[in-house]
Structure formats: C-alpha cells, structure tokens
C-alpha cells in the first residue's frame, strides 16, 4: 500500500569550533522540524569540522566518539522531535583510525545505522579509513534508507549497490564545492537506480578563512570556489527534481514523497531496470584494480559527428547516404541511432529485419570513405546487434546484452563486451538500453577504452540530461550516442576537458566550479548532422584528486550487490 512520507535536507555552514558546529545542527534540526515537520531530515558531510586538518593528532582530536556529547545530543534531538536524522562527522574508532561516517539515528534517540566513506577524496586519504564493510539497509517507517557521502556518489558503485539491495531513499551528506555535484552526480543515482535521493550540502567556506587566499594561491582555484556549491536536493525516482535549495544560502528544503514509486523499477515500454542486468558479466568491477595496458598512446582529438535520419526505412538510408558525402574528411566516426532502417512496425519481425539490416549494411559500406567509420544497430540473426562498418565491411559487432522489454520474443542477448584498437582510439560500441546500465560502461573503462559510441532509443529525459553525461563523466570516456528526436532527448557529443585533477595546474581552462562534466554538444530537434570533437588523450587521467582515482578508486571490494559475488 503506497504512503505519503515528507523527507528534509538541511544546508548550512560549518566551522572549526566542534561546539559551534553542534550548536549549528541542533538550530537546523529545530528549524526543519518548525518549517516542516519531516519524518526524515538530512545533514551534510563533516557535521562536526571543517575537512581540513593541521596533521593526524588534529584530525583524531575534533572526530567524535560514539557515546560522546556531540553524538548524544543529536541523538536526543532525534528523539524530541520523534525524527529520523541523518548526520555525518569524523568518528574516532580507536588509535589512528577515523572514519568519515554517516549515522540514521531513530525517533527514539538510538543509533541504527553507520555507514563508512567508501571512497575518500583526496586529502581525506591522509587522515581517514576508507570503508571495510558495505553499509547498511535499514527498513523504518519511512522507507527502506541507505546512506553514502558525497566522493561515494560521484561514482556509480555505492549508491548503486544500496539501491540493489533494496534502499528506497538514499541519502547523501556532502562536502562538495563542485557545480556539477548538484546538476549531475546527485540527481542521476535517482534515476538510474529508480530510487529516491535526498542530498544535503554545504554553503560556506570548507577551508579555514585565513587559509582561503593562500590556498586559492597554491592550487589555481579561486578562493570564491573554496566554498560549499549548495543545491541540496530531493529528487523522484525518475529524475525529477522535486525540491532544490541555493547554491550559497542557509536553508531547510522539504518534499512529500511516496515511497512505493521507488519499488517499482519499470521504464515506459515495462523493461525492469534491476531484473535486465547481468551480473554474471559484470566480475571485473568487483576484482582488483590492474593496469589499463600498455602505456597510452599519443592521440589527437578526432572530428565525430551524429546523424539524425529524417524518415523511417527506405528514406532515411537515403538521408543518411547523403548527409555523408557531405562530411568533412575530418570526421572520423559517425554515428547513427539504434535500429534507424526499421519502422517501428517492422521490428521483431525478424526476416523483413534482417533484410534491411544487410542491405543497409551494403549501402554504408558503399557510401563510406577511407578513413571513416560508421556505427549503427541492426537485427542479425536472432540478436540486435551494433556494428561498426568501413568501406570495407563490417569491422566489429557489439551484440546488446540487456534484454528489453520493446525487443521481447525474439532478442537473444550477447555474453560479452567487446573492444576494437582503431587507429585513433580504443573503442567500443554500447548498444541500445545497454547505455542504462552504469556496469555496461565500466566494463569498458576498466579495459581502457577511449570512445564509445551508442546508438541508442531515448524513452525518459533523464538519459541524456544526466545518464548519459555522467556514463563519460564518471569513467572519463569519450561518447557519442545517437537517437532519434523525441520530447525525451536528442543525440549528444561528449568530450572531456583535458584539465581535470584538482590541485595540480590548469593550463587550458581557468577552474570555474565544474571539475568532471563532460563537454556536450547537442544535436537539435530536427533531422539532421551534428559535428564535434572528442579528445582521446584526455581519458588517459582518471585522478579527480591526490589519491583519488575515478576507475581503480571505485570501492571493488565492497560490489558484491552489482556483481552476484563473482
């Protein structure tokens, strides 16, 4: 039975007085609970201190401890305002071991969940332990809650193992002064795991004041970005921002949400987004980081482009043949949406399928240059299949491995990723709903791959406006993904900046508050070409920050929910 619970994320500032910190959350909580009345409220990462440390004796000494006054009194105000509270502060657990934890504390004033940073940022890895064991799940009269902090939801793996395991909301504390936290990494873990997320950031500075300047100095990011980015937020498990605060003011937000909307995991054409994955292909996320190959070669960036065919069938080959003589012969890659010879009609109809497939194939491969290759999907055999097609043939096949609800009773799916070593990147395709699964893309990224291309068929908005985005954002690859227009979405180039890792210098753009989204170019809302570029080079660096690497950093021993344990 569906019911209505109203959830709450609290952003405020914290300084380097734990007293004064306390103070501040017991105001806040007072302040939600006045304006509200939340059943679950929020509170951003590092409630007790500053993340920023004179040395390991200094970090130990402002960590709390479990039974200590600092814990006891949020504990309490839990229990006075018959509240589910969410808080994060470094815990000390005993000799120079600190963890940066997030504590669910019940109405009753008791402590019910921790949950360790599984993925430390930074300088947090001078001082922290990272997790040891997965965090918890726990179901409360509120929903079934799971709890991560900030670094952890920049990459997929955390938030996407809670979800797995059955997390309704998930709830983020955060500690983040980057723009793109709260229009990218925080909204797309609701969608892609068709869950509700409840993200609590900070404003102000997250450094002492008098370090600002000279920090500001040392490291090339202005002082003003040296701050909380706000934009805490409550997002529906379809994307949908329901609740957004401000990038540099104090505030409570607030939303009514029904919890049962994340237990249904269907996409609009009845694909279930958790019973379609495939764990028994997704072993390599959860082993031991390995080197990527050999040493990186020296590539330039290459010119792509995406095609959007006007017409279905016969005439949009037709569009598509001539839309590549009109090509730059620097256009390296095209791309084209899934299926893009079919009617809709005619899909599942297997020997009509396979007809056009091949004579479309033919007509590509006389239509192709020396130099260029061209990506699209057809049907081939009892499989959808990505191709890949020079003017010689087809040169590479990527079955789709995700079963689909819109190719039912005739796709059988493919066992394998594949990769193929151009001449100007390492490349793969991702075929259809394949592009929802963050395991699709990090298969690939743990191989090195340097450019994928996707044809895909956008259904929700979410896909383009955060999924797809953050499938480049968080691998740092290279993508191009072609559909055909809809009110969902249009195709999209993603490239990388080159300069990427915090704290070292930027030589081709000056630090503006954005650190890992993607250069996008978007195809309009019309048939037609749309050219870019892509930077193979750039996939090369992976490190976000000292220490933090967004590929060998993710948290492998603890993805036994995404990989079945293989």
């Known amino acids: 039975?569906?019911?209505?619970?109203?959830?709450?994320?609290?952003?405020?500032?914290?300084?380097?007085?734990?007293?004064?910190?306390?103070?501040?959350?017991?105001?806040?909580?007072?302040?939600?609970?006045?304006?509200?009345?939340?059943?679950?409220?929020?509170?951003?990462?590092?409630?007790?201190?500053?993340?920023?440390?004179?040395?390991?004796?200094?970090?130990?000494?402002?960590?709390?401890?479990?039974?200590?006054?600092?814990?006891?009194?949020?504990?309490?105000?839990?229990?006075?305002?018959?509240?589910?509270?969410?808080?994060?502060?470094?815990?000390?657990?005993?000799?120079?071991?600190?963890?940066?934890?997030?504590?669910?504390?019940?109405?009753?004033?008791?402590?019910?969940?921790?949950?360790?940073?599984?993925?430390?940022?930074?300088?947090?890895?001078?001082?922290?332990?990272?997790?040891?064991?997965?965090?918890?799940?726990?179901?409360?009269?509120?929903?079934?809650?799971?709890?991560?902090?900030?670094?952890?939801?920049?990459?997929?793996?955390?938030?996407?193992?809670?979800?797995?395991?059955?997390?309704?909301?998930?709830?983020?504390?955060?500690?983040?002064?980057?723009?793109?936290?709260?229009?990218?990494?925080?909204?797309?873990?609701?969608?892609?795991?068709?869950?509700?997320?409840?993200?609590?950031?900070?404003?102000?500075?997250?450094?002492?004041?008098?370090?600002?300047?000279?920090?500001?100095?040392?490291?090339?990011?202005?002082?003003?970005?040296?701050?909380?980015?706000?934009?805490?937020?409550?997002?529906?498990?379809?994307?949908?921002?329901?609740?957004?605060?401000?990038?540099?003011?104090?505030?409570?937000?607030?939303?009514?949400?029904?919890?049962?909307?994340?237990?249904?995991?269907?996409?609009?054409d009845g694909t279930h987004i958790f019973e379609s994955r495939r764990p028994e292909l997704y072993g390599a996320i959860g082993r031991t980081p390995v080197s990527r190959g050999e040493p990186p070669r020296s590539l330039p960036p290459a010119g792509v482009a995406v095609i959007q065919p006007e017409g279905v069938g016969d005439a949009a080959v037709a569009h598509v043949i001539a839309a590549l003589a009109e090509l730059s012969g620097e256009i390296k890659l095209v791309v084209l949406p899934e299926l893009f010879d079919l009617p809709d009609a005619l899909v599942g109809h297997l020997d009509e399928a396979r007809r056009r497939g091949a004579a479309t194939v033919a007509a590509l491969k006389s239509a192709a240059?020396?130099?260029?290759?061209?990506?699209?999907?057809?049907?081939?055999?009892?499989?959808?299949?990505?191709?890949?097609?020079?003017?010689?043939?087809?040169?590479?096949?990527?079955?789709?491995?995700?079963?689909?609800?819109?190719?039912?009773?005739?796709?059988?799916?493919?066992?394998?990723?594949?990769?193929?070593?151009?001449?100007?990147?390492?490349?793969?395709?991702?075929?259809?709903?394949?592009?929802?699964?963050p395991e699709t893309f990090r298969l690939l990224a743990v191989r090195g791959v340097e450019v994928v291309a996707a044809p895909v068929h956008v259904l929700e908005t979410w896909e383009v406006a955060t999924g797809l985005r953050e499938r480049s954002a968080e691998n740092r690859m290279c993508l191009i993904a072609a559909t055909r227009p809809s009110d969902a979405g249009t195709s999209r180039i993603y490239d990388l900046h080159e300069d990427f890792t915090l704290m070292t210098p930027w030589k081709s753009r000056p630090f503006d508050g954005t650190i890992s989204d993607p250069l996008v170019t978007a195809a309009p809302d019309e048939a037609g070409t749309t050219v870019g570029t892509v930077t193979p080079a750039a996939t090369h660096n992976k490190v976000v920050s000292r220490g933090t690497d967004l590929v060998d950093g993710r948290p492998w021993p603890l993805v036994d929910a995404i990989t079945g344990g293989l």
């Open 1 to 268: 039975m569906s019911h209505t619970m109203r959830v709450a994320a609290a952003q405020f500032a914290v300084g380097v007085s734990v007293d004064q910190n306390l103070a501040t959350c017991l105001r806040m909580i007072e302040s939600a609970v006045a304006d509200c009345q939340p059943a679950l409220l929020v509170l951003p990462e590092f409630c007790n201190h500053l993340s920023w440390y004179e040395g390991r004796n200094h970090c130990d000494s402002v960590a709390v401890e479990e039974n200590g006054p600092f814990l006891s009194a949020l504990c309490a105000a839990a229990q006075r305002h018959r509240i589910h509270l969410v808080v994060n502060c470094t815990l000390r657990r005993g000799p120079e071991v600190t963890t940066g934890t997030s504590f669910l504390i019940d109405p009753e004033g008791e402590i019910i969940a921790e949950a360790d940073k599984q993925v430390l940022m930074g300088h947090e890895n001078d001082f922290l332990q990272s997790a040891v064991d997965v965090a918890p799940i726990r179901d409360t009269p509120v929903g079934r809650l799971g709890l991560y902090a900030c670094m952890d939801g920049v990459i997929n793996e955390t938030p996407r193992s809670l979800a797995l395991r059955g997390a309704d909301i998930l709830c983020n504390s955060l500690n983040s002064f980057a723009l793109d936290e709260g229009s990218l990494h925080v909204p797309v873990r609701a969608a892609e795991n068709r869950s509700f997320v409840v993200a609590a950031n900070k404003i102000g500075p997250l450094i002492p004041e008098p370090a600002l300047e000279p920090v500001a100095a040392a490291t090339g990011i202005p002082a003003e970005y040296l701050h909380g980015a706000g934009e805490s937020q409550i997002v529906a498990p379809d994307g949908k921002v329901l609740a957004k605060a401000s990038r540099d003011q104090e505030e409570v937000i607030w939303a009514d949400i029904e919890v049962q909307q994340a237990r249904t995991k269907l996409r609009p």
């Open 369 to 437: 240059r020396e130099g260029l290759w061209i990506a699209t999907s057809i049907v081939e055999g009892d499989q959808h299949v990505g191709v890949l097609i020079t003017a010689r043939g087809i040169v590479h096949r990527q079955p789709q491995l995700h079963r689909t609800a819109r190719h039912a009773g005739w796709m059988v799916p493919g066992e394998r990723a594949e990769v193929i070593d151009l001449p100007w990147a390492r490349f793969a395709l991702v075929v259809g709903d394949d592009a929802l699964f």
